[in-house]
């Protein structure tokens, strides 16, 4: 199996080098293509994939061809494989708002997985949302699935909807837990502690909580329940946050990112 990856940037080589690394692809069955034919050259001297500047060479030896360039470029390209694919070629992007009919109608193909991953996956805990046209066989879809998986976990979802919906939760998540931190942090250092001090109280508290929640089959509720006590310090801020309504705020923030998703997505 060979996998094309159009966009040699972040994403792209996020995912490029998660399939290497996985080794599911021989170094050599895996090819990258950038407009830009500086970046490929570079690349072609630091990397073990084979880069590409000239579509012509490479879509046509590709099974999977993966789409990693920004929405605004998506048309271009599209228009620009056209003349070179195949009927039997699987097509994924993981371009935010652009939808599977989009990416048929203009590139002729049928075979659409359309992905939505986070940025975690630069390290190999990301977490990519799926969802496959109807002409995606089971065993395509379960190859494909451990090609995402390379970069850490993936959840295939039964529609399109759910794609911008996992983009309030998962796509856009990391940003929430990194403002719960910062707002911490803020706490922390007002209560008297160094910034260093600060960083490593907030950022350890937060791995072992995730942890802890892992490793055990409670919900965060069962969790909260367990930390605070009645009359404890837990149980003041919990009832804190309880009458400022942060549990609403939170699923009014997801649902923002959830909104605007399915804007761009009209505007795409
Ligand atoms: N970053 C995230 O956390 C995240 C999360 C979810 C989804 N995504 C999606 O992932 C996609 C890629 O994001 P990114 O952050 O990796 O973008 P990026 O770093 O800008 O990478 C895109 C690359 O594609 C190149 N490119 C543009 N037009 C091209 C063309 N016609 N042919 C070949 N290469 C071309 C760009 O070159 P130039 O720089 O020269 O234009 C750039 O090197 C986006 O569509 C985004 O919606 C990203």
Wanted: hydrophobic share 40%; net charge negative.
């Amino acid at each position: 199996m060979k996998v094309l990856v159009i966009g040699a940037g972040n994403m792209g080589l996020t995912y490029a080098e998660g399939m290497s690394k996985s080794k599911l692809l021989k170094k050599r069955n895996i090819m990258v293509l950038d407009k830009s034919e500086e970046k490929m050259e570079e690349l072609s001297q630091i990397s073990h994939f084979d880069a590409f500047s000239e579509l012509g060479d490479c879509v046509p030896k590709a099974d999977i061809i993966f789409i990693a360039v920004k929405p605004y470029h998506a048309e271009t390209v599209f228009k620009a494989i056209k003349g070179f694919v195949k009927p039997e070629q699987i097509i994924i992007s993981i371009m935010a708002g652009v939808t599977i009919s989009t990416i048929k109608d203009i590139t002729g193909l049928s075979k659409v997985i359309r992905a939505m991953p986070n940025l975690p996956a630069q390290i190999g805990k990301g977490l990519t949302s799926y969802v496959t046209s109807p002409e995606v066989s089971r065993i395509e879809m379960l190859t494909v699935e451990s090609l995402l998986d390379t970069t850490g976990k993936s959840v295939r979802v039964s529609n399109e909807n759910l794609i911008d919906a996992s983009t309030g939760i998962s796509g856009s998540g990391p940003a929430y837990v990194f403002y719960f931190m910062q707002s911490m942090m803020e706490a922390a250092l007002q209560m008297g502690f160094s910034k260093t001090d600060s960083t490593v109280l907030v950022s350890q508290t937060f791995t072992g909580a995730v942890e802890l929640f892992n490793q055990s089959n409670l919900s965060p509720n069962s969790w909260m329940e367990k930390v605070a006590s009645k009359g404890g310090t837990t149980r003041a801020a919990l009832d804190s946050m309880e009458d400022n309504n942060v549990n609403e705020l939170i699923k009014e923030a997801a649902f923002a990112a959830f909104s605007r998703a399915v804007e761009l997505g009209k505007e795409n």
